[in-house]
């Protein structure tokens, strides 16, 4: 038998049970799957991963789930806005990079316990306001040496932010950078908690060949019409390869490696950005991750999730 078969054919069992019609809610080899078990019989399964994928979609599409999320506040995109005209020189650069900050003044009390996230595209949502000590210390994340930029003080006003339900004002404190004219602006406001996903994630370790999770979005075209993701893959392989479901409510990226080979790799896993183009613009729609089962959240590439979620 071929490797890449060998590899695959344990998986063949297990993942045919996803493999159900488009009514399914849930996921596989899990107690929440609906008490049926065994009674569920599967006649023609899709081939893999489009099987997944698809469990994934009709999972989501129209659910409770999908109905929280859209009234949510999701970032897209990101919650930092540097200086006008950006960072002047490497060293700070670098200080920001590695979060290298010092602090000398004092920042203000929150004047108020919420405020308001408001779409560009009408609605608006009510949210509690991060304390500015917190939001400094998203952006202090090292105390190592090396080149620190410097806060005199903050003050509370607002940006624009990305979000699932296109561009919203937020509010975000207004940090004065020592040698700057313009404030570096944080969001205030944290992310709204993601729903309890309406699908397992898949519940065991599978080739990566076959299906992977993906390390979060790091972009959507201005136009919508493609989403820059990380995907992961390791030593022995040609790299990442990403394929999209599109719904009318989601968009399913379904990640694997190409190329995989058998004998002496290192273990790590490595990260690239793989763009994938789509037949429409994203819109609404919710980015889903056909592993996981859930939402992909925005990554600053390299950097950190806004949702640890």
């Not at 949210?127 to 190592?144: C, E, Q």
């Not at 040698?179 to 309406?198: I, M, W």
């Amino acid at each position: 038998m071929p490797t890449n078969a060998m590899r695959t054919a344990p998986l063949l069992t297990a993942l045919a049970l996803c493999a159900v019609g488009a009514t399914a809610v849930v996921g596989c080899g899990g107690e929440r799957a609906g008490g049926r078990g065994a009674e569920e019989r599967v006649t023609e399964p899709a081939p893999l991963p489009e099987a997944r994928a698809r469990q994934v979609a009709d999972a989501w599409d129209g659910s409770e789930a999908a109905e929280k999320w859209h009234e949510g506040y999701h970032p897209m995109g990101e919650v930092v806005r540097l200086p006008e005209g950006g960072l002047r020189g490497e060293d700070d650069e670098r200080a920001y990079d590695t979060g290298n900050f010092d602090l000398r003044g004092d920042l203000p009390a929150t004047p108020r316990e919420d405020g308001e996230v408001r779409w560009r595209s009408g609605g608006s949502l009510t949210v509690r306001l991060v304390g500015a000590p917190k939001a400094y210390a998203a952006l202090d994340r090292d105390s190592g040496p090396g080149p620190r930029l410097t806060v005199t003080g903050a003050r509370l006003g607002d940006m624009t932010v990305a979000t699932s339900r296109g561009p919203a004002t937020v509010p975000a404190w207004l940090f004065t950078l020592e040698g700057y004219d313009t404030p570096l602006k944080r969001a205030a406001v944290n992310p709204s908690k993601l729903p309890e996903p309406p699908v397992e994630p898949v519940g065991q370790k599978l080739p990566t060949d076959v299906l992977a999770p993906l390390g979060g979005l790091t972009e959507v075209a201005e136009d919508g019409r493609s989403v820059t993701v990380v995907a992961t893959h390791g030593s022995c392989d040609d790299g990442p390869a990403v394929d999209a479901l599109e719904t009318s409510g989601s968009v399913v990226l379904s990640a694997s490696v190409v190329g995989a080979t058998d004998g002496v790799c290192t273990s790590e896993m490595r990260g690239e950005k793989v763009t994938v183009k789509l037949d429409r613009a994203v819109g609404d729609r919710i980015l889903l991750d056909a592993f996981t089962g859930r939402p992909v959240p925005y990554v600053k590439w390299p950097g950190i999730s806004w949702s640890g979620s």
